[in-house]
């Protein structure tokens, strides 16, 4: 046989008998596994813990004590939402990510790059003074700067839905949540993400990542923070009649 010849066998896609997640009601990494498992109709079970109080059991099956995890018929874990994701669209019909390797590499980049914007936004909640505040939302433009002229529309590639849009879907969400009490700026002029944004917003499996709770949710988790977009919605909430910008003068300078 002239095994140089030979096609190179498919990859197995088989259905997995029972899916559960452990997950998180805010966290942009569980919400990526979840519309994954969405898109791909996998039917699963899911489990929310309080990151704050997390339960034994799951301290001795989390290596990293983070979520999400991925248990596989009660009898593997997964854990890393990048992993958990292409392990499911490995093994389920109508690949989420490119064929070609040079195009799947250079996606898997992109959601890594998702990633990096993840930790900027955890920055900018976190940040206590003005000054931060406003070099992290420098940051974050930049980076969708980096994207305007990456992104085709009105998803990552165009008309196909794929595991770029279940990482950036879950990173718009904040900004549709965090823009309803002040004007970022950060989407300027950027028409190309612009779109993208309300292509994913619109997509039915990342509006049911998440409850119906999760504005409040976010607020409630960053207002308990001494951060600068803390008393931003202190502010608003204060007065919610009242224009944010006058809201914010009685007490700090608006950013
Ligand atoms: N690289 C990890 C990041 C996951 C992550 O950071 N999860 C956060 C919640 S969004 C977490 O579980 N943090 C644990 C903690 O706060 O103690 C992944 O992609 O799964």
New binding site residues.
Partial sequence: MNIAASPRPAPAIHRVSHLHLIS?K?????QRSVITLIEKGVPYARTDID?AA?PEWFREISP?????LLQIDNRHTL????V?CEYLDETTETPLLPQDPLERARHRAWIEFG?AILNQIARLYSVNDETGFDDVRTTLRESFQRLEPVVVTPYFTGTEFGLVDAVFGPIFRYFDVFESVTDLGIFDGLPNVRYWRQSLRERESVRQAVGADYPQTLIAFVEARNSWLARLLQAKSRSPAQPLSAAVHNNHPAP
């Fill in positions: 998180h805010l966290c942009p990494y569980v990151l997390k990293t004590g983070k979520v999400p854990f890393e939402s990048a958990i990633s």
